[in-house]
T-cell receptor, first 113, second 112 residues
Framework: AQSVTQLDSQVPVFEEAPVELRCNYS??????LFWYVQYPNQGLQLLLK??????LVKGINGFEAEFNKSQTSFHLRKPSVHISDTAEYFC???????????FGTGTRLLVSP | NAGVTQTPKFRILKIGQSMTLQCTQD?????MYWYRQDPGMGLKLIYY???????DKGEVPNGYNVSRSTTEDFPLRLELAAPSQTSVYFC???????????FGQGTRLTVV
């Protein structure tokens, strides 16, 4: 069965600094990869996704992620964060053809002035 | 465009009571999902449906039931509420696999 590991439960960072949120997955078959963001008291919304093709994926709000098959990773990055990026970020994997997302435990990004 | 609508937003139940969490989507999506979110645990899939009349269990189905009589609606039923079911419940829909899932605002349920 596939699984997703987000090693960092919380990442504090100063405004305008770069950030990387780590995500590793395990699966013996091909997968689709997603990053979702959850703002306080809201549902989740899609940041970006990797289905195939270029391993560097760009998403909304200046975020990007790189798929690394050999390291089974899909880390999320932003070169300069803003206060409004404070939220919880979830990495998710979907085994191709199974229509079910498996989520990681989430990483809380805390951006301070 | 309403998207995915969940009701109620908040509910307190006593142990042993039953209730139905409602979920409606107006995007004509075939796939619908129920997740529960617990602190530090991420989201766990309870049940999902790939179309009207078709449902299947996810990772944590015990204590829950679902039905899918129409494309739009996917209610989640708790028959005998237990404190372990205290959680935030999210309904989601998507047009197909490998596409974006659209989430509702969530239902915060407390069982006392």
């Amino acid at each position: 069965a596939q699984s997703v590991t987000q090693l960092d439960s919380q990442v504090p960072v100063f405004e305008e600094a770069p950030v990387e949120l780590r995500c590793n997955y395990s699966s013996s078959v091909s997968v689709y990869l997603f990053w979702y963001v959850q703002y306080p008291n809201q549902g989740l919304q899609l940041l970006l996704k990797y289905l195939s093709g270029s391993t560097l994926v760009k998403g909304i709000n200046g975020f990007e992620a790189e798929f690394n098959k050999s390291q089974t990773s899909f880390h999320l990055r932003k070169p300069s964060v803003h206060i409004s990026d404070t939220a919880e970020y979830f990495c998710a994997v979907e085994v191709t053809g199974f229509q079910k997302l498996v989520f990681g435990t989430g990483t809380r990004l805390l951006v301070s002035p | 465009n309403a998207g995915v609508t969940q009701t109620p937003k908040f509910r307190i139940l006593k142990i042993g009571q039953s209730m139905t969490l409602q979920c409606t989507q107006d995007m004509n999506h075939n796939y619908m999902y129920w997740y529960r979110q617990d602190p530090g645990m991420g989201l766990k899939l309870i049940y999902y449906s790939v179309g009207a009349g078709i449902t299947d269990k996810g990772e944590v189905p015990n204590g829950y039931n679902v039905s899918r009589s129409t494309t739009e609606d996917f209610p989640l039923r708790l028959e005998l509420a237990a404190p372990s079911q205290t959680s935030v419940y999210f309904c989601a829909s998507s047009p197909a696999g490998n596409t974006e899932a659209f989430f509702g605002q969530g239902t915060r349920l407390t069982v006392v």
